[in-house]
């Protein structure tokens, strides 16, 4: 195994279609993601906008979408990403997908987050009469915050994993480069050094997860 073979302008492209893909993937689900987890808890039995016919269809669409592996779910949804994106391949190509693929994990983790909000801060909101809007800005999102932070971090890291997973069906990134070069055509050094990347960009995106919610759980 000779490091000398690898080309390092490569690997750094990979690298940044990575992120690009991590960033454009997340933006997305988090803004799909976070009003579907919101719908949920108010909807839930139990909440002061119960409505079991909404959290039960909507609980069934989510739950058929999180059951779906998503190296099926990439090929299932190739017609659909060729129309909104023109192409299947690539970044461009891979960023539904993983919106599709990571918009329900994240909206349960939402729905989870506000079910830990203290049911007094709900009560005490409701009796100073608090709309819908002012309940879920004003108190829910702030107290669930941490909550929501710590659900984003685990989304993100389940993302860079999609990413790398992605490169099968040729998306780009380091899971392509990892395929193509170190799978393909057996250079490991280039295998080594794509798993090396991965787990660092994991490790970091926990660390900066940890802090942010040890940030706001002190206020």
Known sequence: MSFDRIDWVQIGHAALDTLAMLGGALFFTVLFGLPLGVILF??????FLQQGVIYGALSFVLNILRSVPFIILLIVLMPVTTVLTGTSLGVRGVIPPLVVGTTAFFARLVETALREVDRGVIDASRAMGGTVG??????LLPEALPGIIAGITVTAIVLVDYTAM??????????????????????TEVMVVTVILLIVLVQLLQAAGNRLVLHFSRK
């Open 166 to 187: 992605s490169g099968a069906i040729g998306g780009g990134g380091i899971g392509d480069l990892a395929i193509r070069y170190g799978y393909q055509r057996f250079q």
């Open 42 to 47: 108010l909807t839930g039995r139990g909440q």
């Open 134 to 139: 002012q309940i879920v800005f004003r108190a």
